[in-house]
């Protein structure tokens, strides 16, 4: 008995082609007929925040905040 692990970490900005690619590895590790004893998939999202000064000379009260969405996915076979 073999005692390999498959561990797949997927990170984009856009979470549907996280969801849709996490989707397709199932799939497809189904569709192999792997001897799968368990698995597991954590999804989150990671939010960042950043502030920008809107006029580049004067003016530094005027600010804007810019923030990132960052999806992850780990998927496990065991």
């Known amino acids: 008995m073999s005692s390999q692990k498959i561990r797949i970490k997927l990170k984009s900005y856009d979470h549907n082609l ?21 698995s597991y998939s954590v999804t989150y999202t ?11 000379h004067v003016n530094k009260k005027s600010r804007e905040t810019v923030s990132i969405k960052f999806t992850q996915t780990l998927i496990g076979y065991l």
């Open 18 to 38: 996280v969801d849709k690619s996490a989707e397709k590895i199932v799939k497809t590790v189904k569709a192999t007929g792997a001897a799968v004893n368990w």
């Open 46 to 56: 990671q939010k960042s925040f950043f502030t920008v000064l809107r006029s580049p």
